[in-house]
């Protein structure tokens, strides 16, 4: 699944007229990106999820043939659902019981997705997620074995879950939105509000569930959520092609 449905209003006024997804970069849009970097790893059933612009979207896949794989629009036009009901509106597209990619469509990587996709298959995990240090202000908090056990705002002071301490224990990570999932959150997210954001749910289940981090090595990403770093995102794919 590509994360599509975002405002981009970090990106204004390049989105006022346009979707972040088809932000120009090296010539082509965030989202050819993306689902060139998934078709090269063996990624052929891809959905995408529309929010800002959704008839643009849909119109550039259908120009360039859904670039010869399987490409579904879940259509959230009427109701942006955050990544995790974003994630559950579309069980009904994985439905073979299968560990699934969500790729953020802003994000520029050289992740190895299939050494990702082994990994996540081998742990068993609930969810496995590429993390890196990174200088940020949220962190995600990690133990020695790479389990996930909370979250805190080093600006506030605030931890998820709220009771956390000693947090000086734990590996601080961020997150680089990408993530492998295993089908069973859908079982999960059952009985959950119809919006709500995915990394909220994966801390309220880190006492029960096994959630780990992934750590590549030589890891290079880029975040194209602002203005002042396309230029960069431009030598970074010409880099990392």
């Not at 299968?98 to 299939?114: A, E, Q």
């Amino acid at each position: 699944m590509i994360f599509a449905a975002g405002l981009g209003t970090r990106l204004k006024p390049l989105t006022d007229n346009l979707p972040k997804a088809l932000i120009p970069i090296a010539g082509k849009p965030l989202l050819e990106h993306v689902i060139m970097k998934l078709k090269a790893s063996g990624f052929h059933e891809i959905i995408v999820n529309v929010h800002h612009f959704p008839e643009l979207i849909i119109e550039f896949l259908k120009e360039n043939n859904n670039f010869g794989i399987r490409i579904e629009v879940s259509d959230e036009s009427n109701l942006l659902l955050d990544t995790g009901g974003a994630i559950r509106k579309v069980k009904w597209f994985f439905d073979d019981k299968k560990p699934f990619l969500v790729h953020n469509v802003d994000i520029l990587s050289n992740v190895d997705l299939v050494e990702l996709y082994n990994q996540h298959l081998q742990v068993g995990s609930l969810a496995t997620l590429v993390v890196s240090k990174r200088d940020t202000f949220r962190y995600l908090l990690f133990n020695d074995d790479n389990r996930l056990c909370g979250w805190i705002n080093e600006k506030t002071g605030e931890t998820k879950p709220t009771d956390l301490s000693d947090t000086f224990r734990f590996n601080k990570l961020a997150f680089s939105g990408i993530q492998m999932l295993s089908p069973d959150v859908f079982d999960l997210m059952e009985t959950l509000d119809p919006k709500f954001p995915i990394m909220d749910f994966y801390l309220s289940n880190v006492q029960t569930q096994i959630i780990k981090g992934f750590i590549p090595t030589d890891f290079r990403m880029m975040d194209v959520g602002k203005l002042d770093v396309l230029e960069e995102a431009e030598r970074f794919v010409k880099k990392n092609p």
